[in-house]
């Protein structure tokens, strides 16, 4: 799988984005089977449940779509009150989490993990992205 050839720069695009953001608490790339990729949550267990917990939500996502007719969904976003859960799909086998302090808006935090998405392709895939431009 390319995503782990390039787990390196891809560690250093999501260690990056969880400095600049400050209620960004932690992020990983997990795959459509829960299989945690590149984290910076450095704690085992905390990966294995949230890939466990990532995956069974994009297999919602993906029959949401179906079901009630909504179009390709590319976020959800759980909120409780010590945290926030959020998961945007980057491809359709691979998926970003992040884990956000309670206080964090919305909008803002969807702004990041999307342009966070962009960058993970272009280091994923550099020359098919950049033709799009």
Do not use: W
Not at 64 to 77: I, K, N, R, V
Not at 85 to 97: A, I, N, Y
């Amino acid at each position: 799988m390319i995503f782990t050839a390039k787990a390196k720069a891809l560690d250093s695009c999501l260690v990056s984005l969880v400095q600049r953001v400050g209620e960004i608490r932690g992020l990983m790339l997990v795959d459509q089977n829960g299989l945690p990729l590149v984290s910076t949550l450095r704690s085992p267990s905390l990966e294995e449940a949230l890939g466990a917990f990532a995956g069974a939500t994009v297999r919602h996502m993906k029959r949401a779509e179906g079901d009630f007719q909504m179009g390709p969904l590319y976020f959800m976003h759980i909120a409780g009150r010590d945290r926030q859960l959020f998961v945007t799909p980057v491809t359709d086998e691979v998926m970003l989490l992040a884990i956000v302090a309670s206080e964090a808006t919305a909008s803002s935090i969807a702004l990041h993990m999307l342009a966070m998405t962009r960058e993970i392709l272009t280091v994923v895939h550099p020359v098919e992205v950049m033709e799009t431009k």
